[in-house]
């Protein structure tokens, strides 16, 4: 009986333990960090400059497309919808070819 009444109060010793982490753990998950990022460089500026700043710099840069070899317009095309159909891009299809012709522009061959 003595040994049973022992056990008991150290389970809810043990109970009241837990708990008392599990608080001071949603403590933690309250406070707020704030992060700057660096800021990244846009695009440069051009018809088309706008939909590339706001689809294709989610993932990755601008330095990323820009240091490419450049490409024909069918070609930057296919890298478009290449971001779009294996990547994931949430890029709406009827902006694909007018993004590709930016690209052609900016870094583009005959
Ligand atoms: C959902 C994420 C995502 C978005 C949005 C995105 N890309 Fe990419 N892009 C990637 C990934 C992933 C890679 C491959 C990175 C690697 O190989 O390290 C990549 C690589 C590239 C490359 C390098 C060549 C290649 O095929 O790997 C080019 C050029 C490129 N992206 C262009 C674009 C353009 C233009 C846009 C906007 C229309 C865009 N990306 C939007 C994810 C994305």
Known sequence: MR??????????AGIVASSAVAQSAGGV???TVEVTLPAGNP????PGSDLANAHCLICHSAGMVTRQPPLTF???????????????APLPPENIE???RYLATINGRP
């Open 3 to 12: 040994a049973w009444t022992v056990w008991a109060a150290m389970a809810v």
């Open 74 to 88: 069918d070609e930057w095309k296919a890298e478009v919808t290449k971001m779009r159909a294996v990547y994931g």
């Open 43 to 46: 695009f440069p500026p051009g």
């Open 29 to 31: 998950a309250k406070d």
């Open 98 to 100: 007018e993004i590709a």
